[in-house]
């Protein structure tokens, strides 16, 4: 995780402004808006989980029958989020919002 450049604590990847999920970050302490300089690694990320993840809602037969497609993109898009955000709120990724 990374630290606030304002205040200098740490910045949980589920404090967001949900206006604008998931590149902008509300610090808890000063609560100052931090916004993620670049955002490639969560695109890419999200891009290539849309194309593992619907594939296998469609084809397995045993998510069909016992509705578990969304239970199964929800869990799994929390666990890949929070997997993704230590890269993603490493220091130098983050900046002040103006």
């Not at 590149?23 to 290539?48: A, D, E, G, Q």
């Amino acid at each position: 995780m990374s630290n606030c450049p304002n205040c200098r604590n740490k910045v949980n990847p589920f404090d967001l402004s949900l206006w604008a999920f998931p590149l902008y970050f509300r610090c808890p302490n000063c609560k100052i808006r931090l916004r993620v300089i670049n955002s490639k690694l969560f695109w890419v990320t999200f891009c290539l989980y849309i194309l593992i993840v619907i594939p296998m809602i469609t084809y397995i037969p045993i998510i069909q029958e016992y509705n578990l497609g969304i239970i199964l993109t929800v869990c799994g898009s929390l666990v890949i989020y929070q997997k993704i955000s230590s890269y993603m709120l490493r220091k130098e990724n983050l900046a002040l919002y103006e």
